[in-house]
């Protein structure tokens, strides 16, 4: 059964929000944006990218030509970020794998972030998206997760830009987030 870290974080602090648990899990300590599949240490990671490079190869990567059966077993570990709203500032969660919700203590898919309003960790993350998509090149992200009662455990997240036909943009990202090494 998956250890539900916002309870264990709401034992320290009975008025700690998710959004607030999110915040203090994760810690980013190295971020490449344009990273190339050979600076990833995971292979599951790797194997995204380097589809990733594949398909850009020919131009923008389209959203519908992603797969999520390429990582087989992996999906559980892989997220999809899309824009949202009229002005497309914010961002919706449409896919959180279920390893992602286990690592994180809950699943916060169809969550909408965004870099106007809600939590400090929220608009960071909207921004850290919108430099991806802007971009038009893969971002590498490593750190560690911080959890109540546990070491810190090291992490790499790979976020790579998906097109829609036809625009100027990306319009969403897809991104794997897995531990370096077998938790303790």
Partial sequence: MPINYLRLHQM??????ADQVAARVLEVNEQIAGA??????HPVNRRLCEWWEERSASGPVLRRTFDPTLLGRNMRDIYLVRRTGEDGR???????????????GFDNTGAV?????GPEADRGMAAYYEAVMASGR??????FFNRAGFPRVPF???DCPLWEPDADTAASLVGCLLLL???G
């Fill in 12 to 17: 320290r602090d009975p008025t700690a929000t």
């Fill in 36 to 41: 190339a599949s050979s600076l990833l240490q």
């Fill in 90 to 104: 914010g961002f919706v969660l449409r896919i959180v794998g279920e390893r992602i919700a286990d690592i994180v």
């Fill in 113 to 117: 972030i965004s870099p106007d309003s």
């Fill in 138 to 143: 893969p971002s590498l992200c490593r750190g």
């Fill in 156 to 158: 790499e997240a790979i």
């Fill in 181 to 183: 090494h077998p938790e």
